[in-house]
């Protein structure tokens, strides 16, 4: 990359409500139903049919707000997008134009530096508001044609619109994560990509550095995966970078990040965007939100993941990338405090999750919602190592034997006899045995060459099968070459 | 009495049905449209045996028996429903409006779909797609619009009420050309689910009856809330019948300067100026010359903002879903071609219009300003009903003009609308109803305003009137 160049990255997030229903009618959400079934002459546009507001959605979309800081707006007003496609049953998006539910917010969000360390920096939130989702269209395997399914359309949408605050692909990543983890805590969005619980499109331009003055952007879709938003952002960059080294012009345009060929493409330019002739919702009368409504909706917040890394660290004495990894995935922060209820050492608890738990769990691609180790007993393997009972080593072959059996650290300890051995009567004779069978390297300790004890006490350690007390050994070894 | 069965109001199709049941009525009046739609054509469809057979009138529910008529743009569950246009021959809604469910509800036989002005753009009924319909009291002319086929059916005793929709003016002003009783309610007063828009700011379903005891015992079926429409009011609804023998005694009558102005006919002016005398006779006071000063705005306010509104609500007939496709290379030319060859002349320039003033860099021109200027005229009638309780004026400054005679001039067609657009452009209460005709022999009608959710001065009102004159007893020759 050229360094002489400073990207400028804006996101708008699209996040489907988890709403029992959609946000004009009563038809169902339920993902992958057949094709058409959760439909209704409102959702299907049909003539004559009126919108009704679904109140959770709004409920839904005041605590997002809420979380991210905004202004809630005093009035609702909904309004109308005009355009024509046959994902589109009305020819209009029911939308938010100029009076979003929610404006002015900001996202903090944990940047890793290059050092390995957390950076805090604060994403200006320019809008979130509520619209409706369109059908799909589906080309697959017909001739002749296309067929739709508005399974999907009407379902309740909150558009999160960022400032032009990201300055790398990186901090783009970074935003999603925060943001994701920010809506699952707020229980309002099941954030599945895959499902499309979760769309983002990308703004993005480079200007030179030390510029105060925007570049002119280029809009990005079709990214289908954090990850692929930090490709696509990145290849864009890249490439507008290239544009501008060749003394030519950015074009202000829509551009298709195609995941194959890693690079995007054009779609249309500005000239051919659509004028979408906002105009108020007739069918929807603008309403007031009471303070005591907004308040109240204030009152459910949960803790934010920002407020439990701090909390994390304050209580628990974690560093920030460790209360970081725990809070980014709610469930994860949610184990890792169940754990601390069975009195865990939150310390050691916080390094069995991050550098064994996660990692078997990522092996079996299973959620930590359904972790066959459930938390006491990961806090009973903890305890184990804390009162001696096991070695550390021993605890990582015992961990993937929970994992596979679901059984208690004790019951597998107990029934494999792997109690770490404290009796020092029983560590002498292997000492003992250890410093005959190694006379040479037993005086080369005497005569004073210190890591040579290493190698007994690993000697004493093969010969206990890992069980004896490390810290034992070293003891006793110590003093019987004295 | 059997002889003129098809001559029933509402009231008395009531109290006959409960004693010999709706059979008699409906064979009367389906034998009587039978004849005249042939001349008429009031009626785009009519099933004579989708009517019978009846479900016995054995409960005494608020309409039992009685035929209402549906303008063409009112959903009714299984039965085409076109807006009198080509792009949705065929359509068949899946479900009922909330009036149609209300009427069945109340027992009444839904008798009939009746022509209108394509989409209800228009004041004359001739931009139906399926032919004009020719008013009752003299075939050469116009029946009025958009409601001109449930007005012209009402008015010849093909029916014994309709409902209508009005968005500048369509129930009133054909009521006015066919010397019935036409209400366009409070705006939020009936639900407008199942009613296919035109201009959702604007539209209300309303009676075209014979009387005006006919109009609130409708509307006493028709008001209410419905969950399914978001504009619709949560307000109580009176029993309308009980205002009706209030009589006029005390009520302030304003009638407003600027409606009496050039562009009124002579013959319109004199009738409606003998209509206040007589409402000083029964008792009330009238009050010359108030004003609501932005009157000569309200055609120019209602032509951007409800084709605004149009534009957009006429966007999903594009040939996916339901309607008229077009089959064609591609999408594009799909929607270009179904939309081509589906709209009628007048639907097609009212989207233009709206498109036009919705368009980026014109929205705030048009469509915002006329949004201001809408906020005034309500602002208007706020004032002039502080000093009385109804406006009374003309409700179209002509009687029905021939047939032909403004179809190419759409200003002058528009115009026709003068005095009946203020009302929906403040969402206000209206009523049209006769109070005499031309020396020709043609109808005039007068329009009484009041207040939100105040129908029942007008019923209270309109009924002492009616009952002072009784033109209900003239009828066509046919």
């Not at chain 1, 970081?324 to 999750?353: A, M, R, T």
């Not at chain 2, 429409?229 to 006029?248: E, F, H």
């Not at chain 2, 010359?289 to 000569?296: C, D, E, V, W």
Request: charged residues 25%.
């Amino acid at each position: 990359m050229n360094y002489d160049y400073e990207p400028v990255i804006g996101l708008e997030v699209h996040v489907q409500l988890a709403t029992k229903s959609k946000l004009f009618c009563a038809c169902s959400t339920e993902f992958g139903a057949e094709p058409n079934k959760n439909t209704c002459p409102v959702c299907l546009g049909w003539p004559g049919s009126l919108p009704v507001l679904n109140e959770q959605a709004l409920k839904f979309a005041i605590k997002v707000g809420l979380a991210l800081s905004c202004e809630v707006s005093q009035r609702l007003k909904f309004d109308r997008k005009n355009y024509f496609y046959p994902d589109l049953p009305k020819a209009y998006q029911i939308s938010q134009y100029d009076m979003p539910v929610n404006k002015g917010g900001f996202l903090l969000i944990d940047v890793k530096t290059s050092e390995g360390g957390i950076q805090e920096r604060r994403i200006g939130i320019t809008r979130a508001h509520l619209e409706e989702d369109a059908g799909k269209l589906l080309h697959e395997g017909i001739k002749d044609g296309s067929l739709v399914d508005y399974n999907r359309g009407g379902m309740p949408l909150l558009e999160i619109v960022s400032e032009p605050d990201l300055r790398s692909p990186e901090e783009a990543y970074a935003y999603l994560v925060s943001l994701k983890a920010i809506l699952q805590y707020l229980e309002v969005s099941d954030c599945n990509m895959e499902e499309g619980s979760l769309r983002c499109d990308a703004n993005v331009s480079v200007r030179k550095k030390g510029e105060t003055q925007f570049g002119t952007k280029a809009e990005i879709k079709n990214m289908n995966s954090f990850k692929a938003v930090q490709k696509a952002t990145q290849y864009e960059i890249e490439r507008q970078i290239n544009v501008l080294e060749n003394h030519e012009r950015v074009i202000q345009e829509t551009r298709l990040w195609n995941e194959t060929k890693g690079q995007t493409f054009s779609m249309r330019s500005k000239e051919e965007a659509h004028d979408y002739r906002y105009f108020p919702e007739p069918d929807l009368v603008p309403f007031t939100i009471s303070r005591e409504t907004v308040e109240a909706i204030r009152q459910t917040l949960p803790e934010l993941p920002v407020a439990r890394e701090k909390r994390f660290m304050k209580d628990y004495g974690l560093s920030q990338y460790d209360a970081f990894v725990l809070v980014q995935e709610k469930n994860l922060g949610d184990y890792y405090e169940d754990c601390l209820k069975e009195k865990g050492n939150p310390k050691l608890v916080s390094n069995w999750i991050q550098s064994e738990l996660l990692a078997l769990l990522n092996e079996h691609k299973v959620s930590i919602e359904n972790s066959p180790v459930k938390p006491r007993d990961l806090a009973g393997l903890v305890r184990l190592i804390e009162n001696n009972t096991v070695s550390g080593k021993i605890a990582k072959d015992v961990l993937p034997a929970m994992f596979e059996t679901g059984q208690s650290a004790e019951a597998i300890v107990k029934a494999k006899g792997l109690e770490q051995v404290t009796d020092t009567k029983e560590i002498e004779a292997i000492a003992e045995r250890v410093i005959q069978a190694n006379p040479k390297v037993a005086d080369d300790f005497r005569a004073g060459k210190k890591q040579a004890l290493g190698f007994l006490v690993g000697q004493l350690m093969k010969e206990s099968k890992g069980k004896a007390n490390p810290q034992l050994a070293n003891q006793i070894l110590e003093q019987k070459l004295k | 009495m059997s002889d003129n069965l098809h001559q029933l109001t509402v009231k008395k199709a009531i109290e006959f049905a409960s004693k010999q049941g709706a059979e008699p009525i409906l064979k009367a009046i389906t034998e009587r449209v039978k004849i005249l739609n042939l001349q008429i054509n009031a009626f785009l469809r009519f099933d004579p045996e989708k009517s019978f057979p009846l479900s016995p009138v054995s409960r005494p529910l608020p309409l039992s028996g009685v035929p209402i008529s549906i303008k063409d743009n009112i959903c009714i569950q299984g039965v085409e429903t076109t807006c009198a246009s080509k792009i949705l021959v065929g359509h068949v809604p899946p479900y009922d409006a909330t009036v149609i469910e209300k009427l069945k509800h109340a027992g009444a036989v839904i008798f009939g779909q009746c022509n209108m002005d394509e989409f209800a753009f228009g004041s004359s009924t001739e931009s139906s797609a399926f032919g004009i319909v020719r008013n009752p009291w003299d075939l050469e002319r116009v029946p009025g619009g958009s409601s001109g086929g449930s007005a012209a059916a009402v008015a010849a005793d093909m029916t014994v009420a309709a409902l209508g929709s009005d968005t500048g003016g369509s129930i009133r002003q054909p009521a006015a050309f066919c010397g019935v009783v036409g209400l366009k309610p409070t705006y939020g007063r009936v639900s407008r689910y199942g009613l296919i828009a035109f201009g959702s700011s604007f539209d209300q379903i309303g009676p075209i009856t014979k009387t005006v005891e006919d109009s609130a015992i409708l509307l006493n079926v028709l008001a209410g809330h419905d969950h399914r429409d978001s504009t619709s009011a949560n307000a109580p609804v009176p029993d309308y019948t009980k205002a009706l023998n209030r009589g006029v005694r005390g009520l302030r009558i304003g009638l407003p300067s600027e409606y009496f102005v050039s562009g009124l006919d002579s013959e319109v002016e004199q009738s409606v100026r003998e209509a206040a005398r007589i409402f000083k006779n029964l008792g009330a006071e009238i009050v010359e010359g108030i004003s609501l000063p932005h009157t000569p705005y309200a055609v120019a306010v209602y032509y951007i903002v409800a084709v605004a509104e149009a534009s957009s609500n006429l966007g999903r007939f594009d040939g996916v879903e339901y309607g008229l496709r077009v089959p064609a290379k591609d999408l594009r030319e799909m929607y270009f071609e179904t939309r081509d060859q589906g709209f009628g002349e007048e639907a097609k320039r009212r989207i233009l219009l709206g498109t036009f003033v919705l368009s980026a860099g014109y929205y705030d021109a048009y469509y915002l300003k006329g949004q201001k200027v809408r906020t005034l005229i309500r602002q208007d009638f706020e004032k002039a009903f502080q000093k009385v309780d109804l406006i009374l004026g003309p409700t179209a400054p002509t009687p029905p003009f021939k047939i032909g005679e403004k179809i190419d001039d759409p200003l002058a067609m528009y115009l026709s609308d003068i005095y009946t657009i203020p009302a929906n452009l403040a969402g206000v209460p209206a009523m049209s109803l006769p109070c005499g005709f031309t020396k020709s022999g043609l109808p005039i009608g007068l329009q009484l305003t009041a207040k939100p959710f105040d129908e029942e001065t007008i019923f209270q009102a309109g009924h002492a009137f009616e009952q002072e004159l009784k033109l209900f007893n003239r009828k066509p020759k046919l």
